[in-house]
């Protein structure tokens, strides 16, 4: 029988580890959309049981572009998973969020390239509403976690997610400015348009190392200056973390949950066993009779 878990953690950057947890095992999970970025780690964490996956792999192995996040969500759906909180390293695109400080974003604007970001297809046609592509409800958890855990945490805001792995230019970084956007990291899509798909409540809490390339006085960015003010944040996400766990719902007053209700567009009928197979986690969740 699969491992059960309610809650999983996708460490980005820096975040490699998950402490507090007992009770712990790993598991190793093969996906049809081959193998997730490690070993997921289970435990439990405040009477909840917990899993963690650093999406980049122990000891940073895997690129933006590379991190198989349809196998690292299917893998947590197939476990269960009914809510993500993502950890990921973000610049800064505004004078008042500063480095160190956290923020938990509410919008996204996708710039990355070449992504599957579905997991449909191949027979199987569907359409996700993704107006909202935070959780309502688990977005203000996470922020009210970190500001607890001693973070400056800002509620809101838009999250471009670029291609990388380099930096942008300046040019690009005054851009995004201009439209309006907050931070600027490369990992949250496709997980969130993935995690709505599976029905999986999903938020982020973005950890500022830097003010990407736009400030006239800040340091300019690189992998030292983020992975050192990275580490030290770490422990305040960590913390942040723990207490999310402790603040779950007793149950789902989102709508995240139903995101496919409305969203398949193929004929039951019409979609082969095959597909029906390979997106079982994802399927069962929302349409009985539909898995093989």
Known sequence: MMPQAQLAVLGGSGFYEMDGLSDIERVRIDTPFGS???????????????????????????????????????????????????????????????????????????????????????????????????????????HRAATDAGAETHAGGTLVVIEGPSFSTRAESSLYRSWGAHIIGMTALPEAKLAREAGICYATLACVTDYDTWHGTHAQVSVDLIVRNLEANVARAKDA??????????????????????????????????AKRRLAPILARRLEGMTA
């Open 36 to 142: 997730p970025s490690d070993a997921i780690v289970l435990g439990t964490l405040h009477g909840v049981r917990a899993a963690f996956l650093p999406r980049h792999g122990v000891g940073h192995r895997i690129l933006p572009a590379e991190v198989p996040s349809r196998a690292n969500i299917w893998a947590l759906a197939s476990m269960g998973v009914t809510h993500i909180v993502s950890v990921s390293a973000v610049g800064s695109l505004r004078e008042e969020i500063a480095p160190l400080h956290m923020a938990v974003p509410d919008q996204l604007i996708d710039r990355t390239s070449g992504r599957a970001s579905t997991f449909f297809g191949n027979g199987i046609v569907a359409h996700i509403s993704f107006d909202t592509p935070f959780c309502p409800e688990l977005s203000p958890i996470v």
């Open 241 to 274: 973390v723990a207490r999310v766990a402790a603040s779950l719902p007793a149950a789902r007053g989102c709508a995240c949950a139903r995101a496919l209700d409305d969203a398949i567009i193929t004929p039951l009928h019409l979609v082969p066993e095959q």
